[in-house]
């Protein structure tokens, strides 16, 4: 990648009336380094296919098409799709789609549950729907390399202790970690916050989710990690008892039976302890 590549990019923003939209999230990553990170963080090989989301200016797909068997690029942005068909008119292994990635069905394009990876610049207003949508729904990737928040990936790959909805939602599903860090000078426009590179792997297919949740109904489960994080400052077992409309006796043997202090606190619990403990409410649940 030439050193003058944001005066490339700001060039080709004239010429085909782009301008970088905030609301978006559309920050281009001008740094040829944390480009290749992410590709070599991806692990692929000739024989992958891969989803990428948000290609914005293709900089990443130059590195993904070369890489891969097969790229998958969903743009939502309508002058970036109509820039990428041009740039990219002669490269056989790339299918470039003009849809929202939290619309988009994996299915549809011969993406079927775990035959694929995904690569993304994730604008850090979807992210939550994103992770839920592909970590969740019937056609999970291999694996999840991520340019995202730095803050929101740290919450991710949180500890007992530090723990959130969002890091139980992750770490039940598959195994988070961080790469690398990107300031945002790395970034143009300069975004507010610096981002990082995540991979998630070990992705659990549904069938591994619920043999991991060893008959408990994953509906049952989430309610009652939804609840014990309903108030950060109160002890699980009051938000629990109001929550889940149980006794808070019962709600204390509960904790005591699981092994856990009758004052802990939600961020204290990791994904195997909220297993242990809803093998224990689930009996009060409707």
Known sequence: MEPNILD??????KIYGIRPSREKGQNFLINPEIIKKIAAAAGLSPKDTVLEVGPGLGILTEELVKKTGRVVSVELDRKLFDFLKVKFVNVKN??????????????????????????????YNITSHFLKK??????????????????????????PGEMSRLSVSVQLYGRPRIID??????????????????KISEIKSQAEVDNYLAGINEKNFWRI????????????????????????????KSLNQA??????RAQNLS???WLALAKKLVLYLD
């Open 94 to 123: 790339l299918e470039l789609i003009n849809e929202d990635a939290l619309n988009f069905l994996a299915i549809s394009y011969k993406l079927k549950a775990k035959s694929y990876k995904i690569v993304a610049n994730l604008p």
């Open 8 to 13: 490339q990019i700001k060039q080709i923003c």
């Open 259 to 264: 092994n856990f202090d009758e004052k802990i």
């Open 271 to 273: 994904v195997s302890d």
């Open 134 to 159: 592909f970590l969740t729904g019937p056609n999970k990737p291999e694996d999840m390399t991520l340019l995202l928040q730095k803050e929101v990936a740290q919450r991710i790959c949180a500890k």
């Open 181 to 198: 860090y990107a300031d945002k000078n790395n970034f143009w426009p300069k975004p507010a916050v610096d981002s990082a590179v995540l």
């Open 225 to 252: 990690v939804k609840i014990g994080f309903s108030a950060k400052r109160k002890q699980l077992g009051n938000n629990l008892a109001a929550g889940l409309k149980i006794p808070a006796s019962e709600v204390k």
